[in-house]
């Protein structure tokens, strides 16, 4: 079991240009979140997705901000026109969503837009 | 809407002292309880929960938490600390959203370190 992988772990982007984050959750579980986390706003909930369909994507910024669960063993985290504010840390986390469950996280990726 | 705060943003002890992170939270129905651990780089790792029964729960690595429902609290406690536990660690809640549906809200986190 590899756990949650995350992919690329690093990326660097110019203002203006897209980037999307891969996440591949653990195989078996059907929930998959997204969480952003900056220094001064720490760990803000994005979206959820339960076996493959959207549930919450209360935190998703409205503008510019997309995920999509096409299978279930992975998830993508799309930005469009990156911003300066948009520099973080994305962690893609998964359970196996029983009612008392854990999450368990990605190592994350570090976007950086210039 | 149900929250959690973590008031030590920075607590620093010596190896082998012992060391309580301290979490609150706002009640609004069913209580599910967590702690997790980040090491420098890396991402989140579950350490124990409280969702019903015994009100002190034992995790990994030593670590223990206790529920307290006339405190609104589940603090964090180790009573022996190693250089390796220095991480920040997140208190979580967990917040229903309709039916089973779900996430967990995190508090700001409190930096451990620990000093030789």
């Known amino acids: 079991n590899a756990g949650v992988i995350q992919t690329p772990r690093h990326k660097v982007t110019g203002k203006g240009q897209e980037a999307t984050l891969w996440c591949e959750p653990i195989?078996?579980?059907?929930?998959v979140f997204w969480y952003r986390q900056t220094i001064v706003q720490g760990l803000e909930f994005l979206t959820y997705?339960?076996?493959?369909?959207?549930?919450?994507d209360s935190g998703m910024p409205k503008e510019r901000f997309s995920a999509q669960m096409p299978n279930q063993s992975h998830s993508t985290l799309k930005i469009q026109s990156t911003q300066p504010q948009d520099s973080a840390v994305y962690l893609c986390?998964?359970?196996?969503?029983?009612?008392?469950?854990?999450?368990?996280f990605g190592a994350g990726t570090r976007l950086s837009v210039l | 809407t149900q929250t959690v705060s973590q008031s030590d943003a920075h607590v620093t002890v010596f190896e082998g002292d012992s060391v309580e992170l301290r979490c609150n939270y706002s009640?609004?129905?069913?209580?599910?309880l967590s702690w997790y651990i980040q090491h420098h780089g890396h991402g989140l790792q579950f350490l124990l929960k409280?969702?019903?029964?015994?009100?002190v729960v034992q995790g990994v690595n030593g670590f223990e938490a206790e529920f307290s429902k006339s405190d609104s609290s589940f603090h964090l406690r180790k009573a022996s600390v190693h250089w390796s536990d220095s991480a920040v660690y997140f208190c979580?809640?967990?917040?229903?959203?309709?039916?089973?549906?779900?996430?967990?809200?995190f508090g700001k986190g409190t930096l451990l370190t620990v000093t030789p």
């Open positions: 009640y609004g129905g069913s209580i599910y």
């Open positions: 986390a998964s359970s196996l969503d029983s009612s008392q469950n854990t999450l368990y």
């Open positions: 409280y969702y019903s029964g015994n009100p």
């Open positions: 997705f339960r076996n493959q369909a959207p549930i919450d």
């Open positions: 195989s078996g579980h059907s929930a």
């Open positions: 979580a809640v967990k917040e229903y959203s309709g039916g089973s549906n779900y996430k967990l809200t």
